[in-house]
């Protein structure tokens, strides 16, 4: 059971994103669904496959105390912006920390803009010093990131999003994670459960898992959408 704080799982998740901006709430719920997915494909089991779903549906959370003026801004973001924009995820977790006791929520929602290399921020954690579920989260946030319109510009196609999440494994991402992801997406797009709204093929990643290599040999396929 998932941990809130004196009120159901239910009624804290419909209040919390009762508010929040109808595109905001979009890509929340396509991590989350994504998230949730890549988990399963994983081998999570399935209570920590519900943390995973919950924690990645709030990641943004705290978007919401971020100035329109800068969630809307075309321009690139100055360092002091970018620094406030860093905080959303720190300002989430404090957030939800008055209604959610749950910690493997609440990480999601602190870490989930961690890169396996430490680049990433609040913390700078680098490989396993960031939480599964926030690595899943990550993968599935940039994804969704790279195939939607922003206000400073126009949707990637598939290929090239998928290509690069797949170069970023390793240095941005976990690279198993990142190769799950990879196979989650070419088989979800093959059966049509991955909608493709900017090109009628997609060319993915087809990776042979080596016991004794982490990424094993990559090469590329050419999926035909039915």
Known sequence: ??????????????????????????????????????????????????????????????????????????????????GLVQMHTWKGYTYLNNFIADPAILHTVLYHHERWNGTGYPYHLAQNQIPLSARICAIADVWDALISDRCYRRALNMTQALDLIWTGAGSLFDPKIAAGFVSLIAEGYKVGLVANKNEDELIVPNIWHDKDAELGSISLARSNKR
Do not use: W
């Open 1 to 82: 059971m998932i941990a809130t704080k004196n009120i159901s799982t239910h009624k804290t998740l419909s209040g919390l994103l009762a508010h929040q901006p109808a595109e905001l709430v979009r890509h929340s719920q396509n991590v989350a669904d994504l998230s949730s997915a890549l988990a399963a494909l994983l081998g999570c089991p399935s209570d920590e496959i519900d943390k995973i779903y919950i924690g990645s549906l709030l990641h943004d959370i705290g978007k919401q105390f971020l100035p329109a003026s800068i969630l809307e801004k075309r321009e690139k973001f100055t360092d002091r912006e970018f």
